[in-house]
């Protein structure tokens, strides 16, 4: 890295807020915004209410106490990890001395600017964002979700990804372990470079193309953080939202990033399309509010139909088309056009219909056999695991009851956990897990995690994966009936306030 250092001026703005879902009366993100030091973060905290609210903030303290007693000539990237690490320490301890804590931890993004070094440390699914100064934005973290890791690692698709049932599980957070891996970078930054920190509550709405526009097309940062509340609002806002803009140096002028802008798909300039449960898709609009899908989910827009858009997507210039939609004579020309050609579209089909071989025989037969409609393609592995994990979800005691027999019969075995199915047998453990049977569903996950290694494949390594988290939720269940019951325990055992020990 250079030497030399430049001194930049910093700016920046930041704003939460708790959303409009009634299910989250708390903020349970939390933030640093420190211009004075020049450091900065972002935490999402996970556990429920009180929970999360404790261990988003707790993570905040540790880094701002850690960075008010920061002494020259530190080493910021070590300060940062140090920081992060002792606030996994002080959740990860609260969450094991406290029954009502013992579910909590929280994500944590951090940037720390001097001079023209920017150092960055992650932990979650939080984000950090930098912008160059001709306009081009990168995502600076990973996030350390499951199915995120899966995508990765190429077992799934972005796609199936977008609409996973776990999209929102992560793998990695403060807290959950007695130790924890920080992700931590330093790089050096040029005159006009933003940064941009946020929690999920922001992406979950707001595509990374969007961002990528509001910060080229907005100079004012505060500005900019109203309108992505106004946007996460607009759809739905069901998550706490928290965001941190940061610009280090002079901001170049608008007209100077916008050569290589290229268009948004957006809620607002194009249509998005959601599977519907039938399997139909519907258009989503910002009308169609109810089944709104944030354009970063969005991956096969519909072909366009209006002459505007199909000569704006072909680069035709057509003065006519591009007057502001054109004249009316030109729409009706091209409307005429297109009768034309779907009359002779027509026309050629009847004529010439006998005379092209795969289109019709000569001979037909006397009692013609009924079309049979095009083979259906097979339902992908990982689609037909999420639709029966959804039906366990849903009722596990049915499933129980109608389809472990199924299995005992197609896999010739007497006890549910002697099948060779890796997938069952983590289905199995998960129905027992949601009844109340946490032996049972000890056994069948750790059954699934042996035939998962028994016979690898990408399939088996998400089943294995899952059958982790289960045996993860049971630890964390059975810790916290552990100190309900120690608590019972202590409370029936005391003696009377006005009694006297003997």
Known sequence: MSEDRKTFKV??????????????????????????????????????????????QTAIEVLDEAFRHQVDGADVEDLMELAIQRANASIHQMAQEHAKFSMMATTIVALHVKDNIATFGHVGDSRLYRLTPDGQLHRETEDHSIVEEEVRAGRMTPEQAANHPSKNVISRALGAEQGVEVDMKTIEVEDGTEFLLCTDGITRHVSDNELRQLLVLNGDLEEVCNELKRRCYERGAEDNLTVVIVRVGERLHADDRLAELEPTISPETQAAYAPKPNGQPVVATAQNEGSFIPASRVAF????????????????????????????AAKLLWFVIVLALIGGAFYAGARFKERIPFLASKVQPANPAPVASATPKPEEPFVQFERTRRQVDQDPRAWLANDVGKELVSAGVQNAL??????????????????GNTDEAVKAFDAAIAKADATPSP????????????????????????????????????????????
């Open 418 to 435: 002697d099948s060779p199915n890796a997938e069952f047998l983590y289905l199995y453990g998960r129905a027992n897990l949601l009844t």
């Open 301 to 328: 827009p519909g072909p366009p139909t209006d002459p505007a858009v199909v000569h704006e997507r072909l680069n035709v210039a057509d003065p006519a088309v591009r007057a502001k939609g054109g004249s009316g």
């Open 11 to 56: 700016q920046s703005s930041a704003l939460s807020d708790r959303g409009l879902n009634e299910r989250r009366p708390l903020n349970e993100d939390a933030f640093l915004h420190d211009p004075a030091r020049n450091v900065f973060a972002v935490a999402d905290g996970v556990g429920g209410a009180e929970a999360g609210e404790v261990a988003s």
């Open 459 to 502: 399939t088996n390594a998400t089943i294995k994966k899952e059958a982790i988290l289960g045996l993860a939720a049971l630890s964390f269940r059975t810790n916290r009936d552990r100190w309900k019951t120690l608590n019972q325990y202590e409370e029936l055992t005391k003696p009377p306030a006005n009694s006297s020990a003997p």
